[in-house]
């Protein structure tokens, strides 16, 4: 309940599932640096709410509801949804990400004067945004959405043309990397627990949840060839793979099928992700679909040159040639490719690094991030009583 005295704002922060993601990250840096004396916040998971991921949130007033829906349109839980609301009163609830989306009408119902919806990135059975029920979903519950946040341009213009949200009611954002948090060593360090700590090797990683709209048994396949086309690299190439779900056994099967799973290091979830980076000498993101890839940027901030698949704002994080390489997705052996320019060429491939972390000072920083969410909140709040 709300406690009629505190006269900050309430932003009810709307998920489908609070736990280890880049979208849920945002959520954490936003929430984390947002003045205190200025907003109140909760955090509403329509599925689960993961305790230890929770725990990033250093503020101690942050109210945490999971709802524990099931698979599927959630139409039986409006009315949980509009009791929630009725009960906190929030300001403002910003959902994100189509599996949020439906949450807009029983925030609409409750009278909740500042509503906003934020897309983060493409869903997994929807790579590519021509799912014609994804966008007739989106076409309905705009009109129940006062402000869109779109990360980053491409995003923006889909919202744009294919949703046909108004230029006002739209408003394009960069996510914000702690570039202090995540920074460069002065020479690589030694991942805690990885096998692979010989100073000559060169090793090349990526971070995520291991499930299909990330791809990553394309990286598992792209190592591969690229060390069946160049049997020299075996001497001193390797290969880590951070995170977990249903792609995490097919990566390892490809790798152990080629008999390089010795050359492989597959821990699992990890929370030390900034000392991982550290101890990369290259980071790879192959996804089929991307928003603003919050790794693509705290790989840059650590000073590693970068492959990606030229997928969502890729291409507007990285810049082709100069702080990494773009590949097109799906394509193991155009990763391969990527992969061979930099493995061959360290030389390049540090200075590429070096030069991805001097744009993350100058574009990618964490206030200027929250400024800018800032700025779509006061203006939804002139709607507040």
């Keep these: 309940m709300r406690d009629a005295a505190d006269k900050r704002p309430l932003v009810a ?44 949130i250093q503020r101690p007033d942050v109210q945490m509801l999971a ?27 910003h959902t994100r990400n189509l599996g949020a989306l439906e949450a807009q009408v029983p925030a609409w119902a409750a009278g909740v004067p500042g509503r906003v919806h934020g897309e983060h990135g493409r869903d997994a059975d929807d790579v590519d945004g021509t799912n014609r029920r994804h966008i007739q979903m989106r076409r309905v519950y705009r009109h129940f959405v006062h402000q869109h946040i779109a990360l980053g341009g491409e ?35 030694p991942i805690p627990g ?18 299909t709209v990330k791809a990553q048994p394309l990286l598992a396949q792209a190592f591969v060839q690229l060390l069946q086309q160049h049997p020299a690299l075996r001497e001193t190439l390797r290969l880590v793979m ?21 050359l492989a290091w ?10 991982v980076m550290r101890g990369l000498d290259c980071f790879v993101l192959p996804s089929l679909a991307e928003g ?17 698949t030229r997928v969502g704002a890729a291409a507007e994080l990285l810049v082709d040639g100069q702080t990494g390489w773009l590949a097109a997705a799906g394509d193991a052996q155009a990763l391969a490719d990527g992969l061979g320019l930099l493995a061959r060429s ?6 590429m690094g070096q030069a991805g972390r001097l744009r993350i000072e100058q574009h990618f920083s964490l206030p200027a991030m929250v400024a800018a969410y800032e700025t779509v909140y006061e203006r939804a709040l002139p709607r507040a009583p």
């Design 194 to 211: 990885c096998p692979f700590t010989d100073p000559g090797l060169w090793l090349v990683g990526t971070v995520g949840r291991m499930q």
């Design 155 to 189: 995003l923006a213009g889909y919202l744009r043309t294919k949703i046909g949200v108004p230029e006002r009611e739209l408003t394009a954002i960069y996510n914000g990397v702690d570039h202090q948090r995540f920074c460069p060593a002065p020479a690589r360090l």
């Design 346 to 351: 360290r030389s390049d491939a540090q200075a």
């Design 67 to 93: 709802l524990n829906k099931p698979p599927g349109q959630g139409f039986w839980q409006f009315p949980k949804l509009y009791r929630l609301f009725r009960q906190l009163r929030p300001a403002i609830v």
């Design 266 to 275: 597959l821990p699992g979830v990890r929370d030390d992700v900034p000392d």
């Design 13 to 56: 922060h709307v998920v489908y599932r609070f736990s280890m993601g880049g979208l849920e990250n945002g959520v954490v840096n936003l929430i984390n640096r947002l003045p205190a004396d200025r907003w109140r916040h909760a955090i509403v998971a329509l599925t689960e709410i993961d305790a230890g991921f929770a725990s990033r």
């Design 292 to 308: 603003i890839s919050n790794t693509i940027l705290e790989a840059m901030a650590c000073g590693l040159p970068v492959l990606a």
């Design 242 to 262: 951070v995170g977990d779900g249903p792609l995490r056994a097919e990566c390892q099967a490809i790798l152990e099928q080629a008999g390089v799973a010795h």
